[in-house]
Nanobody, 117 residues
Framework: QVQLAESGGGLVQAGGSLRLSCAAS????????MGWYHQAPGNEREWVAN???????NYTDSVKGRFTISRDNAKHTAYLQMDSLKPEDTGVYFC???????????WGQGTQVTVSS
């Protein structure tokens, strides 16, 4: 079992920055990928970015050049640095972890990000 604890959301003006953190505990050595999904109000959850244990990163097109995902393997923590935020980035961000077995995803509790125009 893996538990994920998120932090770092908040309210920011358009053009501002926030950094999200996602700390894993439990079977941390089973984790390959960590990342985030975004759920805007009234919408389904959409994938944002992920990073593998080796540091390989992937991003959805809408955040490329604005968001940066990183990971501290010693602390079992992933970070999502969000710059040049836009109102459409508003929503709940859910951290996830994917095991090497890729059997299932584990989810954090979600953190609210609100970007005002």
């Amino acid at each position: 079992q893996v538990q994920l604890a998120e932090s770092g959301g908040g309210l920011v003006q358009a053009g501002g920055s926030l950094r999200l953190s996602c700390a894993a505990s439990g079977a941390v050595h089973s984790i390959n990928k960590m990342g985030w999904y975004h759920q805007a109000p009234g919408n389904e959850r959409e994938w944002v970015a992920n990073i593998t244990i080796r540091g390989l990163t992937n991003y959805t097109d809408s955040v490329k050049g604005r968001f940066t995902i990183s990971r501290d393997n010693a602390k079992h923590t992933a970070y999502l640095q969000m710059d040049s935020l836009k109102p459409e980035d508003t929503g709940v961000y859910f951290c996830y972890a994917e095991l090497f077995t890729a059997v299932r995803l584990y989810w954090g509790q979600g953190t609210q990000v609100t970007v005002s125009s």
